[in-house]
């Protein structure tokens, strides 16, 4: 069994800088793609960003092009999101995931992750 955890929310004011962490459990952690999406209150869960097994391809939303960048590091089992001048809109609680195919480039559809971690909440002030 995977566990995936979550870690970096919290509060910040627009304009400002986070990084999440998502530290995963197992031995296969660097032959699958691995993504962030994110979920508001109210609103389906959306897409953020993505990462190939390798770390040689990454995929983003479009409202996050140019000011979130996701990484891994598979030593240490785990993938990051860094998200640069954060808008109050992307209030939400944010998520990683684990894909369902091995050595895979990622997707931008949830339907490919197969593990899901519990959550982190990002809130930014206006």
């Known amino acids: 069994q995977v566990q995936l955890v979550e870690s970096g929310g919290g509060l910040v004011q627009a304009g400002g800088s986070l990084r999440l962490s998502c530290a995963a459990s197992?031995?296969?952690?660097?032959?699958?793609?691995m993504a962030w999406f994110r979920q508001a209150p109210g609103k389906e869960r959306v897409f953020v960003a993505a990462?190939?097994?390798?770390?040689?391809?990454?995929y983003y939303g479009d409202s996050v092009k140019g000011r979130f960048t996701i990484s891994r590091d598979n030593a240490k089992n785990t993938v990051y999101l860094q998200m640069n001048s954060l808008k109050p809109e992307e209030t939400a609680v944010y998520y990683c995931a684990r894909s369902s195919r091995v050595y895979g480039s990622g997707s931008y559809s949830g339907n490919e992750y197969d593990y899901w971690g519990q959550g982190t909440q990002v809130t930014v002030s206006s």
């Open positions: 197992g031995r296969t952690f660097g032959i699958y793609a």
């Open positions: 990462i190939s097994w390798s770390g040689s391809s990454t």
